[in-house]
Nanobody, 122 residues
């Protein structure tokens, strides 16, 4: 089992940047694939980014490619999401997720954090 706690959300203007952090506890995080999902008001949760255990495999949703960067520090049991050039349509609750494989984390993550709100004003 792994527990995930997000932080770093907030209210920003379009074009600004934010960095989300996800601190994990429980089983050693380096044994899990990490990722991020988001859910905008009135919409279903959607995949944002995934990173493999070593950080060697990374994938993004097309909507954030080139603007968002996922990274991890296994020594700190932390996953990050650097979000640049934010747009109003990036407004959502962002969830840190974890699982056993990149395929699993992309589609049906086994573990979820409680979420952090990101609001981008235009």
């Amino acid at each position: 089992q792994v527990q995930l706690v997000e932080s770093g959300g907030g209210l920003v203007q379009a074009g600004d940047s934010l960095r989300l952090s996800c601190v994990t506890s429980g089983r050693t995080f380096s044994t899990y694939v990490g990722g991020w999902f988001r859910q905008a008001p009135g919409k279903e949760r959607e995949f944002v980014a995934v990173i493999s255990r070593s950080g060697g495999i990374i994938s993004y949703a097309d909507s954030v490619k080139g603007r968002f960067t996922i990274s991890r520090d296994n020594a700190k049991n932390t996953v990050y999401l650097q979000m640049n050039s934010l747009k109003a349509e990036d407004t959502a609750v962002y969830y840190c997720v974890a699982g056993s494989s990149t395929v699993a984390v992309t589609s049906r993550p086994a573990y979820w954090g409680q979420g952090t709100q990101v609001t981008v004003s235009s």
